[in-house]
């Protein structure tokens, strides 16, 4: 025997669950399946387990400058609909603290299980049912039939049929929690163009022999600017870099990341705001000192010492060193040119870049060609920066989807 539902939402993460209750709360009869055992997993860990649920710095004006797409202005229509202050308001009506910790960034100041806890509450308030764990195997569409089977959808449970099914299945990364391609094997049945995915919000790695001097500096974290491609295309960010084993991460790394492409090198100052090549010629025509203890006002001692210990024309007192030398030295500091050799892939990616092509779906309702195929969330090629712009975009199209769904009556 098939059940029947207004729609089925595939997939209960944060658009998922956010756009479920969304729709149930309109008086839609509402499934939502999902294949893992443990529910919303990549919010329980967000945040470093405090779930950075939204930015207040979004510019409703200008939203698309905090996202990355073949079209980022995509994005606008459901940012400038369901704001930052429409989902504050709602964990305030739930009694959840939070705080903002950095740049706009909101947290939960207990654990981001409490906005699990929320969207379950908004589903149970919509009368939405849920099957999890629960595989989909297959999605039937048969244009002959009425509205309100067109659809059917095989699962572990059985057959449902539905008008409208939703895919909230997010990207490919974190694969231990569950990541799937399923959402984009299921826009690829149905024609849908797709933007080729990659992983974001990603360290940087770096291979061979060259990396060798900074990979002792694993650890060492410190404020920059990181910098990559040139005029109209050069996209910068100021904030901490994280040395490590392998390579380079940290919010300036991940950040970047989202507009790194292969091959292309990074530009890195490690003193912003300062003038280093003034500052150490200042420091020549005074000081006795050796150039990494005068380095070391401006960077990190162990970044000071790593750099004069490569070259042995600067270990010595700066009122000795060669003005070439320290101009050298200088330019270095606050010009560093390096090339990644990749990322640490999926399993470290906070988000999946690409996905469905916004050019196949409609931005008002996130409706793609196909009659009654919707795509929320991360699956979509609409990518946020890091510090809660990504959990924002899941809200907001999810809400922007809920409010165009049809119930079986109409």
């Known amino acids: 025997?098939?059940?029947?539902?207004?729609?089925?939402?595939?997939?209960?993460?944060?658009?998922?669950?956010?756009c479920a209750a969304q729709a149930g709360q309109r008086g839609l009869k509402v499934l939502i399946v999902d294949h893992s055992e443990r529910i919303a997993e990549k919010i329980r860990i967000s945040g470093g387990g405090r779930c950075n649920f939204t930015n207040r710095d979004i510019d409703i004006r200008a939203p698309q400058k905090h996202f990355v797409g073949e079209n980022p202005n995509f994005c606008r229509s459901a940012?400038?609909?369901?704001?930052?202050?429409?989902?504050?308001a709602l964990i305030d009506r739930y009694g959840i603290a939070h705080h903002e910790k950095h740049k706009g960034q909101l947290f939960c100041d207990g654990p981001s299980q409490q906005i699990i806890d929320m969207l379950l509450a908004e589903c149970a308030a919509g009368n939405v049912e849920r099957w999890q764990p629960c595989k989909v195997r297959g999605v039937v569409f048969d244009a002959d039939a009425a509205v309100a089977d067109r659809y059917r959808i095989d699962t572990d449970r059985g057959p449902v049929h539905t008008a409208q099914i939703v895919v909230a299945t997010g990207g490919l990364s974190i694969p231990q929690l569950g990541a799937s391609d399923f959402g984009y094997r299921l826009a690829a049945q149905f024609g849908l163009r797709m933007v080729t995915p990659r992983p974001a919000l990603v360290p940087l790695t770096f291979a061979g022999d060259g990396w060798a001097p900074y990979a002792a500096l694993a650890g060492l974290a410190l404020p920059v600017q990181i910098a990559v491609g040139a005029k109209k295309e050069r996209m910068a960010f100021l904030e901490d870099l994280l040395f490590t084993h392998r390579g380079l991460s940290g919010p300036a790394v991940l950040q970047i990341s989202s507009y790194w492409k292969e091959g292309v090198p990074l530009g890195i100052d490690f003193a912003p705001g300062t003038d280093v090549a003034a500052a150490l010629g200042e420091a020549k025509s005074r000081s006795r000192k050796r150039i990494a203890n005068e380095l070391a006002t401006m960077v990190p001692s162990r970044l000071a010492d790593a750099?004069?210990?490569?070259?042995?024309?600067?270990q010595?007192?700066?009122?000795?060193?060669?003005?070439?030398?320290?101009?050298?030295?200088?330019?270095r500091i606050a010009r560093w040119q390096i090339t990644p050799s990749g990322t640490e892939g999926y399993k470290k990616a906070e988000v999946t870049a690409g996905g469905v092509d916004t050019r196949d779906l409609s931005s008002q309702t996130m409706e793609s060609k196909q009659p009654g195929l919707y795509f929320i969330g991360e699956v979509v090629d609409v990518t946020g920066w890091l510090g809660g712009y990504n959990f924002q975009w899941a809200w907001a199209s999810a809400f922007a989807c809920a409010n165009s769904l049809s119930s079986g009556s109409s």
């Open 307 to 314: 750099w004069v210990g490569e070259d042995p024309a600067l």
């Open 1 to 18: 025997m098939s059940l029947h539902f207004d729609v089925v939402v595939i997939g209960a993460g944060a658009a998922g669950l956010f």
């Open 79 to 88: 940012l400038s609909r369901y704001t930052p202050q429409q989902f504050i």
């Open 316 to 331: 010595r007192p700066i009122n000795e060193a060669a003005d070439k030398a320290l101009s050298a030295l200088a330019e």
